[in-house]
């Protein structure tokens, strides 16, 4: 069975490939985005198997 470790983090509307391309590099798959607090911001969750 799979035992996964997660991730929240804030990702900006601007740099928004960037930040998931550096999330993804590290093994992380994006489970969700949703809306930050303001507008130039989002929040992702992250999961990947613990190693």
């Known amino acids: 069975m799979t035992t996964w470790e997660y991730l929240t983090a804030p ?21 969700q985005i949703v809306p930050g607090m303001n507008p130039e911001n989002l929040v992702a969750y992250f999961k990947r198997p613990v190693q």
């Open 11 to 31: 990702v900006l509307v601007h740099a928004t490939k960037q930040i998931l391309d550096n999330f993804g590099a590290e093994g992380w798959e994006l489970v």
